[in-house]
């Protein structure tokens, strides 16, 4: 289903991903993504009990309004008018005190018709990317928003830090996680920061978090660099490389990956 272009998305994976993924009616407890970022794994999977969480709060709450009020959404969506001058004025206009509706009709409409559908903040929040067109604007449908709003309705969504995800794990779970990334060495080496603020330190703290939960009875698989650094935090577990990768850039899709799926089973 086409919806979100997002930087990092797993949509090109899943044929990869499949192979290693339970389907979903063999999963005792509840499917858990802490990084769910643009959703493709979670749609695929289209469990029947969820829990979805990231700390992006602009796409934690386009999916609760999605969720919650896909009607309203399409409405406002379909109503914003086209082209650049209207693009910048609907990024600048206040919208952080309009209904949540409202709010994720805006995301979804700025990310559909910005530049690549980067994502992208200034520093004091704003989002800031350039106009890019609207020719991926009506990809989206009407018939999507409701689909979408069904496999929300499946899921608590939640605006967090993955620690707090975690730490709701239980036996019978199984998590899919993945972390912000770039694939590749050469990303890695200035001081190990991928993707800006997920540093290494965070990798070490995701690390740290998912060993402290040994005890519990669940299964995690993850996607992440193929760096000596990264390999390194997960010795003892199941490493297979992935053939062909995605990119930082939204649609871009690398032959040498440097990605790997690291799992607990
Ligand atoms: C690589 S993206 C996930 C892409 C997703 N699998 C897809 O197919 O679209 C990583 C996500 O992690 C989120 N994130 C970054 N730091 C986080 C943290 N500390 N806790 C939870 N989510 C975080 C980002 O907002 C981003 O959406």
Known sequence: MKFLRYPGGKSKLLYFLTDFLPKSGKIAGTYIEPFVGGGSVFLFMNPSKAIIADLNKD???????????????????????????????????????????????????????????????????????????????WVVTQKNIIELSKAFKQAEIVNCDFDKTLSRVSNGDFVFLDPPYKPGEKEMKDKHYANGRFSFQEQIRLAHKLKSLEKIDFKWMMTNSDHPDILDLYNGYFIRKVPFGTSSNVGIFTENSKEVLISNF
């Open 59 to 137: 796409l934690t709450d386009l999916y609760k309004g999605i969720k919650l009020y896909p009607h309203k959404v399409w409405e406002i969506f379909s109503q914003f008018p086209e082209g650049k001058e209207a693009y910048y004025q609907i990024r600048g206009a206040e919208y952080k005190t309009k209904p949540l509706y409202f709010r994720a009709a805006r995301t979804l409409y700025l990310n559909r018709t910005c530049f690549k559908g980067m994502w992208r903040n200034s520093p004091n929040g704003d989002f800031n990317v350039g106009y890019g067109g609207e020719s991926r604007r």
